[in-house]
């Protein structure tokens, strides 16, 4: 599959943005959609999760409140809404899928993600 992620830019703190990852191919019932993000010069941190069976979601603690995760199955899209943007947001954020024949528990690991696209940039001015 290729993951296209867009709806990046800048932003003010405050302020909102809508990412979209869009897939090209097939996604199963057991994989589960990720959004992971890289701020310059630092790891790449986990920041949320959705099965694609049931769209069941998991947040990094700090995301928590501030950000969903969400899908449309028929587009195969996975969309991250970011409200109440912090200069400390600012990072490349990717959207990675975790293949697996089972089912498994969702995992904040980024190691876990098997296929990412090429992310989009997100700036928060203060």
């Known amino acids: 599959v290729q993951l296209q992620a867009s709806g990046g830019g800048l932003v003010q703190a405050g302020g909102s943005l809508r990412l979209s990852c869009s897939a090209s191919?097939?996604?199963?019932?057991?994989?589960?959609i990720a959004w992971i993000r890289q701020a310059p010069g630092q790891e790449r941190v986990f920041v949320a999760v959705l099965s694609w069976r049931e769209a069941n979601k998991y947040y990094a603690d700090s995301m928590k409140g501030r950000f969903t995760i969400s899908r449309d199955a028929a587009k195969n899209t996975v969309h991250l809404q970011m409200n109440g943007l912090k200069p400390e947001d600012t990072a490349t954020y990717y959207c990675?899928?975790?293949?697996?024949?089972?089912?498994?528990?969702?995992?904040?690991?980024?190691?876990?993600?098997?296929?990412w696209g090429q992310g989009t940039l997100v700036t928060v001015s203060s």
């Open positions: 990675a899928i975790r293949r697996s024949l089972r089912r498994v528990p969702f995992s904040s690991h980024v190691n876990d993600y098997n296929e």
């Open positions: 191919g097939d996604i199963f019932s057991n994989d589960h």
